[in-house]
């Protein structure tokens, strides 16, 4: 038995699976105080449903895989250690200047950021390497120990060291870890070149920074999870969620913790890729995480996870950036708790700001006023009052019509459910807008792909947002409430290393890069037989870093050839490189040579038998026949049919108008639209013809 | 229209839901450009704008961009386009990179892709906009300051010409660019990003304009600009009527008069009707230099003054712009420029300060509105660096941005640090010291901010950025027009001014040596050019800064337990820790002695 727990905001999800391989789904809110209680709930709350206890239950397991966001939300409220930056003489506003750029230019009203360091907790030291890997300036070893002897005094709790072109010539950084080891034992550095060995002095150093200072926390944290799963009964291996959308071993996270600050959304797309292939055999699929305050879309494309090498923590140039690539994941403010409003001009908006789970939409009754997506779609008719969350909490649909009625019918002139209706359909742009912007930058057609929803609020509007983009299936799985756990559940043990090592088409080096490759496979090798000794099967992926001369921002192709013998296999790089340049960005420059900056090569060992669910269980009663009068978007008023999802059966085909509800989530089936239930227990929907994109409210 | 009634747009729905394919459009044509572009100016300045303008040549929606590039100019290229083309096609492009005739300057070159419907009508044009690293003028700079007219500046001038017909490229262009233009496969590289987003624009307009319909577009548009006029008027409608002029002097160039060059902006609003209108008319002639402005740069950079200093989230487009009128008059250096009248450097020297006055206006007529003035441009820092790699023997010629500041204080907030200059607005990306020093012989010894420079306010404008960078195995030039050593940017409402630019060089024995403030400084090895920005002015007086902010600064090591006292009238220690009391009795005390109130 294995169990894959993810902490989100709201709700702690865990996935379960059985010895046949069936997973099933529960929910316990999470414990902001103490996440790992929230942890431990989920598990009762299965035991309770499974009728046995949870030492039993736990005892059975084999594999405990944790998706969590303590370390992102201990940089967002300011709870991460006392860390100091070692870096260059004349260097020190590194993390200040960042890589400059802004967002909205005329925007005077955000302050420039402040480093994610502070100043004065940054240290220059004398010494200088260049790119040709030369020293000009030997390290100045006398004041780099009178800086340690000082941070001793400063209570500082972790360092991070970023030296310029440490990855040409690691030497002086190395001699900094070890005059702090001397002076400051047992206090954690980190190694520029060790943790990130990429160009970019800004990026390595705030990965640096990032890295070290989530070191002395992570590590008490994951030591306590281990302890407390341990006395709960568990005696299997603990792995943690990545935000490169792998599992790590726990003790591997706790030695550099920047590997899963993104992790958040990045099994999303693990399992959505999953059911895509599964229930359409499409290995092209956008996968659509609607919880209540964000949306989060990603594309898998010719079956592989999406990755950005820019991941951002906050917003872009007003954040910190990790360094390092993570699962492209485009987040907006939309989803079930969305704000509707007016401006002056007598503009809609939905979004982006929300309100949340506290106070919650107005028709929560629990303090909200704003009138909300949640609160459109109960006076639409999607959610049952009685019946939303199975039941565990009532709606007041006067609350949700009054909010609506005060601060968007009476600007525009509306009657209630019209307004109700342009709030949905708002929302469906933003998010429609979300997903054409990642999927038009990937050159990928979205009416070629399975769209895949997720997230408890997914099914409000998802058939809409299929008909937008012209996409054949939209897909809800059995645990789209809970996709993020069913992903851990299905990713592979994975590692990724990079060596920067230039060289160019015109004058290839084959030396020097076979000798780069060399190093990085038996570096995989190494884990494989490591970490991943006893997994399934491993492979190891080996891509460039290219681009062309003069351009700066490269791209990612995928190595032709395992080495390079001669000319051929270096034109076969080039041809590559061409294609994927004209996937993404419609050019090619035919007769231009390119230029590698890095090699990055990534082991995956596959820890499941099969990468999919076994599939449903079967139906828990007979299909139950009830009407609700529902407003559909862009046809009005009609009697749509009520299921449960627990008491579809596999194959049963509906058509709308319906509406499928579970303890979880409520799917609107528009009248057009058909479902059908797959073997493993998803939904599948044909959305049927598209409206004209003006839409009518 | 009453700016306040709140009077409903015909649909808000389709309103939105139109412009924001529209936008998404625009972001696509703007990440492609980022993405693929060569040069420096483009790939790291992203120094590029993309637009959509109608078929009656309104600039309908753009893509985040300097606000220099695109506010005024789109307009009139495409005005040029339909009066020297009558007959368009789909595959045609046009390449326009005329002061004269719509465009900034001449390093902006412009692709124009009309966009045709199947039944061959003109719908829409779509812009991409992208500064090149060279356009072949008579030195390698694309900013010729000291260019006397259009023939000494030296660049090709395309006032609209066809550079695609039936999507294939008019061979007898790209040759003569290729004989012209320093590194010609870098600008290739970079016409084909600027074609590949203009391409892109066209494909997803058409396949809008089939779906949802022409006429729906046509709605759109006009719904679209007066929702953008009424947002407009009730931006304006909240500063008070009034009117007030501000003068931002440029330094003198050499062989000109040494009082400099003096820029006025007379700023008339009427709240009321909602209306601002911009008087440009009381400036020199035209000089014998490149620093005169384009019309499209002189537009722009009124219109730029009045977006930053109102509300932010009004829309820029035709729409919003009729509630601005620009006066400008023909020959006049911040005007109408008349042929061979050099514009080489028109998006930044003189623009930036008529932009910085009209903004400085709309801090006189109500504390709230308006900013203080952001530095000047260019210091080495941010000059065309030239040579031959001795490791490779090949020429290169780019822009660098190894770090400057410059930004000005708002009334809500303190500056932006790294604007550049008021027409960039800090949408520069900064160069990696590593990445520069692989692509160029260059040695980045030090950069950063110089503590206790900033300009000290109730919001404190931008500290200097400074860069010390020098050649490694060989010579390089340097070409940079450093504006502001004696005009630095003016505080506003009581704020201090901000620092003046600085540049010197380190000889190898350590001495430093003047160079020209405009010019041309060629390095050799082992010595090292040493660029400091201006700063940016403050708004409002240092005494009614929070102390809480002022000891954040401290404790950041930005600024002195020392200057925190004598400046601000707040006494903290180095950490940051603010004594209360000894701030509530040094601010009394220099309250009565009506010290400090501007805050230097």
């Known amino acids: ?697 | 229209m009453s700016p306040r009634t709140g009077a409903p747009v015909a649909d808000g729905v389709r309103l939105a839901l139109l412009n924001s394919r529209l936008e998404g459009i625009v972001r696509k044509m703007a990440n492609t450009l980022l993405r693929t572009g060569r040069s420096g100016v483009l790939n790291t300045a992203r120094d590029f704008s993309c637009c959509i303008v109608t078929a009656d040549c309104e600039l309908l929606s753009a893509a985040e961009s300097l606000p220099i590039h695109v506010l005024s100019g789109p307009d009139m290229m495409a005005r040029s386009m339909k009066e020297f083309h009558p007959r368009l096609a789909r595959g045609d492009a046009f390449l326009n990179n005329s002061p004269y005739h719509g465009c900034s300057h001449p390093a902006d070159h412009t692709l124009l892709v009309p966009v045709i419907d199947e039944d061959g009508n003109h719908r829409f044009t779509v812009e991409a906009k992208a500064h090149q690293a060279d356009i072949g003028n008579s030195i390698p700079t694309t900013y010729h300051g000291r260019a006397r007219d259009v023939y000494e500046e030296g660049a090709l001038i395309f006032p609209g010409v066809r550079i695609q017909r039936d999507y294939e490229d008019v061979e007898d262009v790209v040759r003569m660019c290729r004989m012209r233009i320093r590194v010609p496969d870098q600008w290739w590289g970079d016409y084909l990003a600027m074609l590949g987003a203009a391409r892109i624009g066209e494909r997803e307009l058409l396949a809008l304009g089939e779906e949802v319909g022409w006429d729906v577009l046509d709605a759109h548009a006009r719904d679209w600009f007066d929702y953008s006029e009424h947002r407009m008027a009730e931006a304006l409608s909240a500063v008070p009527s009034g009117t007030a002029e501000r003068a931002s002097t440029h330094d003198a160039l050499p062989g000109f008069p040494p009082e400099g060059i003096e820029i006025r902006a007379r700023v008339d609003v009427d709240g009321k009707a909602g209306r601002a209108r911009i008087d440009l008319t009381d400036n020199p002639d035209a000089l014998a230099c490149g620093l005169n402005l384009s019309e499209a740069c002189a537009r722009t950079a009124a219109m730029l003054g009045v977006f930053n200093s109102i509300d932010h989230t009004v829309p820029k487009n035709a729409g919003s712009m009729r509630r601005i009128a620009v006066e400008l008059r023909q020959n006049c250096v911040a005007g109408i420029p008349v042929h061979p009248t050099s514009c080489s450097a028109a998006t930044t020297n003189i623009a930036d300060r008529v932009a910085n006055a009209v903004q400085a206006a709309f801090a006189v007529l109500a504390d709230g509105a308006g900013m203080a003035e952001c530095g000047a441009s260019s210091p080495p820092a941010s000059g065309v660096i030239s040579g031959t790699d001795p490791r490779t023997g090949r020429p290169f010629v780019n822009q660098v941005f190894l770090g400057r500041s410059c930004g000005a204080a708002g009334p809500a907030a303190d500056a932006w640090q790294t604007v550049g200059h008021v027409g960039n607005a800090g949408m520069c990306f900064i160069d990696s010291v590593e990445l520069d020093e692989l692509r160029f012989p260059l040695h980045i010894r030090a950069r950063g901010f110089l503590p206790d420079t900033e300009a000290a306010g109730r919001t404190c404008g931008a500290r200097i950025g400074y860069a010390i960078f020098g050649p490694r195995g060989g010579e390089l030039d340097v070409i940079y027009n450093s504006d502001g050593n004696l005009h630095g940017p003016q505080g506003v409402r009581g704020g201090a001014d901000g620092a003046c630019s600085r540049q010197y060089v380190l000889n190898r024995d350590g001495r430093e040596v003047e160079v020209p403030q405009f010019g041309r400084v060629t390095l050799r090895e082992g010595e090292f050019m040493c660029s400091f920005s201006c700063g940016g002015g403050a708004y409002g007086p240092a005494f009614e800064r929070p102390a809480e902010a002022v000891a954040k600064d401290v404790g950041q090591g930005f600024v002195s337990v020392e200057r925190a006292r004598s400046v601000y009238g707040v006494v903290t220690d180095e950490a940051g820790t603010i004594d209360a009391e000894a701030t509530r009795l040094e601010r009394a005390r220099r309250e009565s002695e009506g010290d400090g109130r501007d805050g230097s």
Not at chain 1, 74 to 84: C, F, Q
Not at chain 1, 182 to 202: D, F, I, K, Q
Not at chain 1, 571 to 592: N, T
Request: hydrophobic content about 45%; proline content about 6%.
């Open chain 1, 1 to 697: 038995m294995r169990f894959a727990v993810d902490t989100g905001g709201t709700f702690t999800d865990l996935i379960v699976e059985d010895d046949g391989g069936v997973f099933s789904m529960f929910k316990a809110p999470t414990t902001p105080d103490d996440p790992i209680r929230g942890v431990l709930d989920s598990l009762d709350v299965a035991a309770g449903a499974l009728g046995q206890s949870r030492r039993s239950l736990l005892g059975a397991g084999s594999l405990f895989i944790h998706g969590t966001t303590h370390a992102i939300n201990a940089i967002v409220t300011g709870a991460t250690a006392r860390t100091v930056l070692i870096t260059n003489e004349g260097h020190r506003d590194i993390l200040v200047l960042r890589e400059g750029g802004r967002m909205e230019p005329f925007n005077h009203t955000v302050p420039y950021p402040d480093p994610y360091i502070p100043r004065s907790l940054t240290f220059e030291v004398a010494g200088r390497i260049l790119a040709d890997a030369s020293e000009i300036e030997p390290l100045d070893e006398a004041a780099m120990d009178v800086i340690a002897q000082r941070l001793a005094v400063l209570n500082v709790e972790a360092v991070a060291v970023c030296l310029l072109w440490s990855i040409v010539n690691p030497a002086h950084e190395l001699k900094v870890a070890e005059i702090l080891k001397a002076r400051l034992p047992g206090v954690p550095v980190t190694l520029s070149h060790r943790l990130n060995p990429s160009l970019r002095e800004y990026r390595r150093a705030s990965s640096a920074a990032i890295d070290a200072s989530l070191k002395p926390m992570m590590q008490a944290y994951i030591g306590t999870l281990e302890a407390r799963l341990r006395d709960a009964g568990f005696a299997g291996r603990l792995l943690i969620v990545t935000s490169q959308g792998g599992v790590m071993d726990a003790s591997d996270v706790a030695d550099a913790p920047i590997h899963i600050v993104n992790s958040g959304p990045s099994m999303a797309p693990v399992a959505g890729r999953a059911y895509a292939a599964l229930d359409e055999a499409s290995d092209t699929a956008i996968i659509a995480d609607t919880g209540g305050t964000t949306f989060d879309v990603s594309l898998v494309s010719g079956g592989s996870i999406p990755r950005t090498r820019e991941t951002w923590i906050g917003q872009p140039f007003r954040g910190h950036m990790t360094g390092f690539p993570s699962v492209d994941v485009k987040s907006i403010g939309a989803g079930g708790g969305s704000i509707a409003w007016v401006d002056g001009g007598g503009l809609l908006h939905v979004g982006p700001q929300s309100a949340g789970a506290d106070p919650g939409p107005a028709c929560y009754a629990q303090g909200g006023t704003c009138p909300t997506v949640s609160d459109a779609a109960l006076v639409l008719g999607y959610l049952d009052p009685r019946f939303f969350l199975g039941g565990r909490i009532g709606l007041d649909a006067d609350a949700a019509r009054e909010a609506i009625s005060r601060d968007v019918c009476e600007p525009l002139g509306l009657a209630a459910e019209d307004a109700a209706a342009a709030i949905l359909n708002i929302a469906t742009e933003n998010m429609v807008q979300a997903i054409a912007d990642i999927t038009v930058n990937q050159g990928i057609d979205p009416a070629s792909a399975i769209l895949i929803g997720g997230g408890g609020a997914a099914g409000l509007n998802s058939v809409q947002i299929a008909r937008r983009l012209g996409c054949r299936r939209l897909l809800i799985p059995d645990v789209g409430a809970g996709l993020s756990a069913a992903g851990a559940m299905m990713s592979d043990l994975m590692s990724q290393l990079r060596r920067a090592h230039f060289a160019a088409s015109a004058a290839f080096d084959f030396d020097g890069v076979n000798a780069v490759l060399d190093a990085l496979e038996a570096a995989c090798r190494a884990f494989a037989d490591g970490p991943g000794a006893g997994s399934l099967d491993q492979s190891v992926e080996l891509m460039a870093e290219a681009r062309y001369p003069d351009q700066v921002w490269e791209i990612e192709v995928l190595l032709p050839v395992r080495r390079f013998a001669g000319p051929a296999d270096v034109a076969a790089l080039v041809e590559a490189f061409h294609q994927a340049h004209e996937d993404i960005f419609a050019i090619r420059d035919a007769h231009s040579g390119i230029e590698i900056m890095a090699w990055v090569a990534t082991v995956r060992c596959r820890l499941r038998e099969t990468v999919e669910p076994a599939g449903a269980r079967a139906p828990s009663a007979p299909a139950d026949d009830a009407y609700r009068s529902i407003h559909f978007l862009g046809h009005g008023r009609a009697e749509a049919r009520v299921l449960r999802l627990e008491h579809m059966k596999i194959g049963e085909a509906v058509n709308g108008p319906a509406v499928i509800e579970s303890p979880f989530t409520a799917i609107v089936v528009d009248p057009g639209a058909t479902v059908v239930r797959r073997p493993s227990g998803s939904l599948s929907l044909a959305p049927g013809a598209a409206l004209r994109a003006e839409g009518s409210a």
